[in-house]
């Protein structure tokens, strides 16, 4: 099973344990769930309420990871809690 580093807690995973997010060219964040994954750098993160809220936060922890500027976490918990059942 691969592993990956979650971009929040940096802890290292199974992907299965993870989801996934992708920077979209107008700003929004794709998360893995109910769509096919578009083209672009991903990023790992637990299903973590934690995580996901350190990010939303932290908006320049996920540019940095996804190397894309201007992104916009301000509904990424609730759009992570559509798409996944987080501890
Ligand atoms: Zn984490």
Same mark, same amino acid.
């Given at each position: 099973?691969?592993?990956?580093?979650?971009?929040?807690? !940096?802890?290292? !995973?199974?992907?299965?344990? #993870?989801? #996934?997010?992708?920077?979209?060219?107008?700003?929004k964040i794709w998360i893995s769930g109910s769509t096919p994954r578009p083209d672009g750098r991903g990023a790992s993160c637990c299903k973590s309420e934690t995580c996901v809220k350190k990010l939303e936060g932290q908006p320049a922890r996920l540019c940095r990871a996804l190397r894309q500027s201007g992104l !916009?976490?301000?509904? #990424? #918990?609730?759009?992570? !809690?559509?798409?996944?059942?987080?501890?």
């Open positions: 099973m691969p592993v990956r580093s979650c971009v929040a807690c !940096r802890k290292r !995973r199974e992907t299965r344990e #993870l989801m #996934l997010f992708v920077a979209l060219p107008d700003g !916009r976490t301000s509904n #990424l #918990l609730d759009m992570a !809690r559509a798409q996944h059942d987080l501890d």
